[in-house]
């Protein structure tokens, strides 16, 4: 069973014991954001080689009631795909059915959702130039805030990325 299989087995399984319940403060960590896509090898290509990410799992789900179940969906075809940097996770899902609705690929960042995942860089400066000569929209470039300097840009779905440069006398993000 893969990664994301056990997953979506033990989620499926605690929303049908106890649904509503929430346990006191049992949450560890972030493990992961999932995000939709419509072009899974497009995303693949997006994140791992643009951005450095490492894929390390690569999983195909055909109507298995677990995922249907978790997505609150019925009869769900799908590509999945789990890329790691560091700590952080980012899990692809392209839906081959059903199918979603075509993305806003310049939604606002103010419409309620998850607006941005922030990758944090050595050099903002060359790596806003080297993406945005593979093609990557940016709303703006670089602005220096004076505490770090931020840029934020789009993915092939128009989920928002932001580039984060802190000084370099910081070398980590504060906790």
Do not use: W
């Amino acid at each position: 069973m893969t990664r994301i299989s056990l997953i979506a087995a033990a989620l499926a399984s605690g929303l049908t014991a106890g649904a509503g319940v929430a346990a006191q403060p049992g949450i560890e960590a972030i493990d992961h954001v999932g995000l939709s896509t419509v072009d899974i090898e497009r995303s693949i290509h997006f994140y791992r080689d643009l951005l450095g990410m490492e894929l390390t799992e690569q999983d195909d789900v055909n109507d298995q009631i677990e995922y249907n179940r978790i997505f609150g969906l019925a009869h769900v075809k799908a590509k999945g795909a789990m890329l790691r940097l560091g700590a952080m996770q980012i899990e692809l899902f392209e839906f081959v059915s059903p199918k979603g609705k075509t993305p806003d690929l310049n939604e606002p960042v103010n419409d309620p959702r998850i607006y941005h995942i922030c990758f944090v860089v050595k050099d903002i400066d060359k790596e806003y130039a080297r993406l945005k000569a593979a093609g990557v929209p940016f709303h703006y470039p670089p602005q220096d805030f004076g505490v770090a300097k931020a840029v934020y840009g789009r993915d092939p779905d128009g989920n928002v990325i932001e580039l984060l440069q802190y000084p370099a006398a910081k070398a980590e993000p504060p906790h």
